[in-house]
């Protein structure tokens, strides 16, 4: 059994401080949350009404748990996850759990990002599952104290099951309802057993979504669904170029347009406030705005990429380097040089950006689709220029994040208009803003080395990367990383195939154009140059892919697993379908292991991907059902960007503006998609993100076997195939 350690308070509180504390968190318990004693004359302070062990779960009298929620729901299934991780632990009846969003609050932050409320890099289960079931653990210990005292037996003759104490032997059982004032009294134990797995009631199996109820009856509340009384829309004027600002305007048109109520200015751009969305549209339209463009107006992505191309010529910071790769090179048999490059790509979710906000002179309030409470809460102090203590966050489901919601732009837009005009507005923003002003997949270069002996065996790999890094807009240096962004070079510096000489080498390079995290972030580039890569290094060397892959890493048993499973169900070894051919890879990503094949026709020089295999080794499992469909989203999701979908940068401006020139995978495009897991007990990976970095290149090794033709850039263009190697 693991054992996990609970925060607790040096002295023990009396019974009277105790309730005290209840009364003043709304009837609950909060670890290490005590209040002082205020005296012995309060006779009469009334017995606790909820059983709150910690922050994160509430039992009350007619025995319904509720669970708060610090991960933020935005389809991928952490309503249901995050919740199972504590019932779990907590014995629980399923169908009285409910949940609440989490405030922004420091105690709910997540460990992995250093206390941050933050939803992102695959890192809820991977981030909470210790402290949920921990919490739960410790719940659970309290409510079998509180049975025993009330029937005298020993603590470990008490058993729980599906929200009620039982004793055994007598066959007496208690609703955990009715134990909230008796366990509201007792210590929080410090040192709780969490449950073997071959104890686990709820975790491992499938259960019905939590979100998808209220999401199908329309009950569900995004944040483009705000209304608050007395509200405005606002529509936000941006400069076209990147980096650009006002350099005057004139609103004498914009506010003649009927129901627009202020035109003012905001440190984005210019906020035209109406009645709706309608009015404050045609009266975006209408504003005459003189820009002042400044340096980027002569920008494009041929000439970023021109310059990385000389970057990568030159020598860039050391992110792996094992035996020499230069001697190795200089003496092979056989050697050959790819360039890959990858444009930026904007995040497309389905919900534009938008967010509601009330500044008053003493309080802020925000309602937002947020991947990060903590970020939002900063972004509103920061804007209204209260203290944090008077901002509050209220959180809703998210129409998509992908990475786009963990930045705070449009946070700052809707606190500023709204302190400006003095009532609530909700900015919400156009498909073209989204596409126009997104913090984009940043865009790369990379170029590799590959080399053999005499008997094709690979003896060398050298990578070089050049691309903006993530890591320095968050911290500002990557001095304490010697220049290297872990982040960017995530599939590629931690490369599993056993070469004998490995180098990557790294160069960050930001022409200027916003940047952020996008759905698996490095891994979405490196699983596919890389794995793309490699294929190509399987045919130099006259071997099957698959078996080219698996002699290569012999030492990691775990790839072995899902590459052979992957293999097995996508028949590998057994001929295609008629007119189709199959492309394999393996790749990691936020610690799960995942294997894609896929299988694809290409007629008229146009792809198309007819099935997808997916296996992954993702540790212990929490939900099935949630792996399977976070999998299929994220194949789909990885798979626009490798047949359609890239942004162009051409005058400091993005040149797509809708779905109609960004294009995204549609129904019928839609390939079959097959998921198999590998049982693990390791701890658990990431889900989210890890299909997205996979699909890729599949796409691209089954394009070559159908093809002949190598694919070197993405999207994958009907040009590309008509013209040779891509």
């Known amino acids: ?59 009350t009298p007619d025995n319904k748990a509720r669970i708060m929620l610090s991960m933020l729901e935005m389809g991928q299934g952490v309503m249901t ?44 289960t991977r981030g909470m599952w210790r402290v949920l079931r921990g919490a739960g653990a410790s719940a ?164 970023i990429l021109k310059q990385f191309a000389d970057l990568a010529k030159k020598t860039g910071k050391v992110a792996r380097n094992e035996g020499d790769a230069d001697k190795a090179i200089a003496g092979a048999a056989k050697t050959y040089e790819r360039v890959f490059e990858l444009p930026y790509l904007a995040h497309a979710t389905m919900e534009p950006m938008n967010c509601t906000a009330d500044v008053s002179a003493d309080r802020c309030d925000v309602w937002v689709p947020t991947q990060s409470q903590t970020s939002t ?79 094709n ?25 010697g220049g290297v962004d872990r982040i960017s070079v995530e599939a590629a510096a931690d490369l599993p195939y056993a070469i004998p000489n490995i180098r990557v080498e790294y160069t960050e390079a930001d022409p200027g154009i916003p940047y952020g995290f996008w759905r698996s972030v490095g891994a979405s580039v490196n699983g596919y140059v890389t794995e793309a890569f490699i294929d190509e290094m399987a045919t130099t060397a006259g071997k099957d892919p698959y078996q080219f892959r698996r002699d290569l890493l012999k030492a990691s048993p775990r790839h072995v697993a899902v590459l052979d499973l992957v293999a097995e169900k996508s028949g590998w070894k057994t001929p295609a379908p008629s007119g189709r051919s199959r492309g394999i890879i393996i790749t990691k990503c936020f610690d799960t292991i995942v294997g894609v094949v896929a299988e694809v026709s290409v007629t008229n020089n146009q792809v198309r991907v007819h099935k997808v295999t997916c296996a992954l080794d993702a540790g212990w499992i929490v939900s099935p059902d949630t792996i399977r469909q976070q999998m299929e989203g994220g194949l789909l999701y990885g798979l626009s960007p490798t047949l359609k979908a890239g942004i162009t940068i051409r005058n400091g401006r993005t040149v797509e503006s809708h779905f109609g020139d960004y294009q995204v995978i549609r129904h019928n495009e839609a390939p079959q998609i097959d998921v198999h897991v590998v049982p693990s007990t390791e701890s658990p990976g990431g889900i989210g993100e890890p299909s997205t970095a996979g699909i890729p290149g599949a796409v691209a090794n089954a394009v070559f076997a159908a093809t002949g033709k190598r694919i070197y850039t993405l999207p994958i263009k009907p040009e590309m195939l008509r013209s040779g190697t891509a």
Not at 10 to 31: D, H, N, Q, Y
Not at 104 to 117: I, K, V
Not at 199 to 220: C, H, S, Y
Not at 285 to 302: C, I, K, R
């Open 1 to 59: 059994m693991e054992t996990l350690m609970t925060s607790r308070h040096t002295s023990e509180p009396s019974r009277r401080a105790f309730l005290k504390t209840a009364t003043a968190v709304g009837g609950g318990l909060m670890i290490g949350a005590y209040l002082p004693s205020l005296g012995a004359d309060d006779a009469a302070l009334e017995a606790a009404t909820a059983f709150e062990p910690n922050v994160w779960v509430k039992i």
């Open 140 to 303: 659970r210990a309290m409510l079998i104290a509180a049975a025993a005292q009330t029937w005298n037996v020993p603590e470990n003759q008490v058993s729980t099951d599906k929200g009620e104490a039982i004793h055994q032997a007598s066959g007496r059982r208690l609703k955990y309802g009715a134990l909230v004032d008796k366990a509201s009294t007792l210590p929080v134990p410090q040192n709780v057993p969490l449950k073997a797995p071959t104890a686990f009631k709820l975790l491992g199996k499938d259960l019905a979504r939590m979100d998808i109820p209220d999401k199908v009856n329309g009950k569900a509340e995004f944040g483009i669904d705000v209304k608050r009384p007395g509200m405005l829309v606002a529509r936000v004027v941006r400069c076209p170029v990147h980096g650009g600002k006002v350099a005057s305007f004139d609103a004498t048109k914009a506010k003649a347009v009927p129901g627009v109520r202020n035109v003012v200015q905001i440190s984005t751009g210019i906020a035209v406030v109406a009645d709706g969305y309608w009015a404050a549209t045609k009266g975006a339209q209408a504003l005459t705005v003189q820009w002042n463009e400044g340096p980027m107006a002569g920008v494009s992505s041929d000439a």
């Open 457 to 481: 065996n690979p003896i060398a790999w050298k990578e070089h990367l050049v691309q903006p890094s993530l890591l320095k807009r968050l911290s500002g240096s990557l001095d304490a990383m």
């Open 81 to 124: 996850a995050m919740p199972m991780l504590l019932a779990e632990e907590l014995d629980l009846a399923w169908n009285d759990v409910t949940t609440e969003w989490a405030p922004a609050d420091r105690r709910y932050g997540n460990p992995s990002f250093g206390g941050s409320q933050t939803t992102a890099g695959s890192n809820s």
């Open 377 to 455: 809460q900063q972004a509103a102090m920061a804007a209204s220029g209260l203290p944090e203590a008077k901002v509050f966050v209220h959180t809703t489901y998210l129409g998509g994040g992908f990475g786009r919601r963990g930045e705070t732009d449009f946070v700052t837009d809707a606190v500023e208009t709204s302190k400006a005009v003095g009532k609530p507005v909700k900015v919400i923003w156009s498909r073209e803003d989204d596409m126009h002003h997104d913090y984009y997949r940043p865009i790369t270069y990379i170029r590799l080395q590959a080399a053999f002996d005499a008997n």
